[in-house]
């Protein structure tokens, strides 16, 4: 009798096993061609890059097969021309800098419009909110560069801002603002607006807005109910949010060529510069990984930073 | 002492105006277990809303010792709200949610610390004070909802529906539970609830509400035994209908003739009609059945059913109708009767209630 008890749970415990492959290996099955894809396509061109960073630039554009360190070492520094003295970069730099900033600041400010208006559809009545969204998404799926150039025609010096100022009297000479850093701030912060609003939105519509009621009833104020209990429960969207917005900013292209001008060049630009006139592809690939790491780095130190904080879990 | 005075709500403009609340005065005393009662959509959540300060009537006036509440946004009120849906904040743990409402008062942090300490005790979750409120069951969070809304001693206390969402056995323990903290704290508690027992046995007055209305106010007692009008004697408890013919009324004390011809002393609710024709109300326990000739209502017995507590006696009355008697059962009397028989129907003098309306 002994016997056929232990012997019982042996089968059904290689049964349980054999499942479990059986699921192992069509997960495995299923997720190949979004591996393959992800593989080939994300670290294929990265390690191509990685490859150029560590070579010499060819006369024409191109790079020569012939290994240099010489590209990692321009990122941050250069010999002077006539002296041999290595100096820090300081043009690198500041365009790292101005880069870092400007994303910063564009993320700020977009957090300063997302959120309210985000708030403001979230708080409609449920038949109207999708009109709402639906205005916010408009733009979106216009073309990057027409919206551009719809800000360069709001804010150059003959442009509406500037001719309505002028008519009103309230200035006589227009107001320089194109080709300046306001001009990449506006232009970045309103292209970027959407990914902004888009999750906040999503996390705002989930809350459940008794909780706002339950803060009133026990003392808190208008700005203790959003400090202490919307925000942190609309954070995972503002995180989001965020990282949506900030990212794509620091490598801008577009944007800081149209309204930034020559002057206000960002990292998006100066590595284009390098495969382009600059004819120094190895430095574009290792200014490019430079910038790939920023962004990884300015992810972990955000996630940590907001991650400390108590609470940020929803439901 | 809350006054309310001539509260009016109407939701909505023009052909789509609903009138939520309808000209309700009501003064609840210091220190009561007040409870408002009534169907689905009567306009109770609205009434405590507008006590809570996210509503504001279209009329009316509301006081609290005399001060104007209506004047006050709702983080400035004495008064206090355990929600319905809990409405516990997820993002925070059990103790930090009770202490919520001390630290928005700017109490200092040891007093917080020390009077979170006897919430928890007072509502017998101490062990459970780290946990966040999603990982305690449904009764544990309706007990930190009180707790919470408790902590800053608010001079009222608004329960809206609090014991709907537990399960039979919890709702008896949290109903006893309740009225302990009632009487612990001294403070008002103004319960609202759509379940009659409930308002019965934990009370000490009701108002009865419909349609935006408070239709009676009185002791659980009162309500039950003298309900004013045909729709309380409906909603509250089982209750028979006879149609009378009012001879005489003095005060609260009425001649009626029944329809066999009987004549007895009733009740007479405040108001409602001097004399002709008056629908008079008994409850099934209050009558008991008699041998034929005996009683005021002779019928035949249509029905005997057996109830465990007790049984239920359907008479046809001869004057038409139907009219129920219950009794109580007890082990050492079999009940003789059966369906077919001859029977009467009798009550005392001043059992009935002759209603309003
Ligand atoms: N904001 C509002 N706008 C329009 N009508 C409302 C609003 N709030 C409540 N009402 C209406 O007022 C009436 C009373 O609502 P209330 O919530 O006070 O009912 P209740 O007695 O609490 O019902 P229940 O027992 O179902 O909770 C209902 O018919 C409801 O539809
Ligand atoms: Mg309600």
Known sequence: MAGTASARPAPARDLAAARRR?????RALLLAPAMAILIFAASGPLLIVLAYSFLTPGDYGGVVWEFSLKAWFNVFAERDFFTGEIELADAHLSIFWRSIKLSAMTT????????????????????????????????????LLIRTFAIMELIRNEGTVNSFLIWTGLIDTPIQMMFTEFALLVGMAYVYLPLMILPVYAALERFDFRLVEAGYDLYAGRWQVLRRIVLPLAKPGVVAGSILVFVPCLGAYVTPRVLGGGKNMMLGNFIELQFGQGRNWPLGAALALTLLVIVMAALIVYVRAVGREEGGRHG | MIEIDRVTKVFGAGAEAFRALDAVNVTIRQNEFFTLLGPSGCGKTTLLRVMAGFVDPTEGAVTLEGDDLLRLAPYERPVNTVFQSYALFPHMTVAENIGFGLEMQGRPRDEVRRTVGEM?????????????????????QQRVALARALAPRPRVLLLDEPLSALDFKLRKDMQLELKRLQSETGITFIFVTHDQEEALTMSDRIAVMNEGAIRQIGSPRDIYDHPAERFVADFIGDTNFLEAELLSKEEARAEVRLASG?????????GGAEAGAVTLAIRPEHADLAPEGEGLLPGRLSDVVYFGTDTHFHVDLDAG???????????????????????????????????RD
């Open chain 1, 22 to 26: 059986e699921e192992r290996r069509t």
């Open chain 1, 108 to 143: 700020a400010l977009c957090l300063l419009i997302g959120f309210p208006t985000a708030y403001f559809i979230a708080t409609r009545p449920r038949k109207t909110r999708d009109f709402w969204m639906l205005l916010v998404i408009i733009p979106f799926w216009t073309n």
């Open chain 2, 120 to 140: 928890l005790e007072l509502v017998r979750m101490s062990e459970l004070a780290d946990r966040r409120t999603s990982e305690i069951s449904g009764g544990q």
């Open chain 2, 262 to 270: 009987a004549a007895v002393t009733a009740r007479a609710a405040e």
């Open chain 2, 321 to 355: 109708g139907r009219f129920v008697v219950r009794r109580q059962n007890t082990p050492d009397r079999a009940e003789a009767r059966a369906p077919g028989e001859r029977v009467a129907v009798r009550f005392g003098a001043r059992v009935g209630q002759v209603l």
